[in-house]
């Protein structure tokens, strides 16, 4: 019987195959992860878009806060120029005119709310000692508390009474702060301390200075606003002199 030779061509024939498939098939793993690659990154950055939109509504809504509670705290001030300016004229001003809320005009929620237990809550801006409430009214805040969480003029600040009486503060809008080194000085009268830092000056709390231990002539690391101009700042350090300690 005679031999069947086999086909030199089959092998050839289906190596070539092997070897075209998995180039086909790395180019379509390739595109695949490339597509993967960029709908990770529209992701990612879609999500970046997002916390950068948050960040500027919230401090919309912050700065918004802020120019009610001043402007409700000017208008007691406001009324008695204009009051004034009729006197000086000679025209008739209304002795008991009806009481204007302008907060009501300008915040969409109450003044002030109520919890389930009958306590108060509202918000109201730090302006360097005290709150502003968006009811117009100042509340006294804790020196010790204010040098503690380093308040800023600026703060938006959350204030809850409860049915004791109790005054509790809570910082919920911090606003966006810098540091200044400057030289802490003593009030000529005697009543209260400030920083000066080139020609300029802020006026501090009493109650860091003494924590600190800072006398006249010390440096001092202060808290201010960064983006708007301030009457007061915070202290958060003292740089003693050798020769005061």
């Known amino acids: 019987m005679e031999k069947r030779e086999e086909s030199p061509t089959e092998e050839p024939a289906l190596l070539?195959?092997?070897?075209?498939?998995?180039?086909n098939l790395d180019l379509k793993i390739h595109d695949a992860t490339a597509k993967t690659e960029l709908k990770d990154l529209e992701i990612?950055?879609?999500?970046?878009?997002i916390e950068l939109?948050?960040?500027i509504v919230r401090e919309t809504q912050n700065n918004l806060r802020r120019?009610?509670?001043?402007?409700?705290?000017?208008?007691?001030?406001?009324?008695e120029?204009?009051?004034?300016?009729?006197l000086e004229a000679d025209i008739p001003f209304m002795q008991n005119p009806a009481?204007?809320?302008i907060m009501a005009r300008t915040v969409s929620q109450p003044d002030v709310a109520y919890g389930e237990s009958g306590e108060r809550i509202m918000e109201g801006v730090f302006n360097g000692q005290n709150m502003i409430g968006a009811d117009g009214k100042e509340y006294i805040v804790p020196a010790n508390y204010a040098s503690k969480s380093k308040l800023v003029e600026g703060d938006i600040l959350?204030?809850?009474i409860n049915v004791r009486g109790n005054f509790l503060f809570k910082q919920i809008g911090p606003i966006e702060r810098t540091?200044?080194?400057g030289t802490l000085q003593e009030s000529e009268a005697g009543g209260g301390w400030c920083v000066n830092s080139g020609n300029k000056k802020w006026r501090v709390l009493t109650a860091p200075v003494t924590y600190f231990k800072g006398e006249s002539g010390d440096e001092a690391v202060i808290l201010i606003p960064k983006n708007t101009p301030s009457k007061w700042a915070a202290v958060e350090n003292v740089i003693r002199s050798v020769e005061t300690q």
């Not at 509670?69 to 009324?79: A, S, T, V």
């Open 53 to 55: 939109i948050k960040q």
């Open 179 to 181: 540091r200044v080194v």
């Open 44 to 49: 990612s950055f879609n999500f970046e878009k």
């Open 99 to 101: 009481p204007v809320n």
């Open 158 to 160: 959350k204030l809850t």
């Open 81 to 86: 120029k204009i009051k004034k300016s009729f």
């Open 16 to 23: 070539a195959q092997e070897t075209t498939m998995p180039e």
């Open 67 to 79: 120019v009610n509670c001043i402007l409700g705290e000017e208008m007691p001030k406001m009324e």
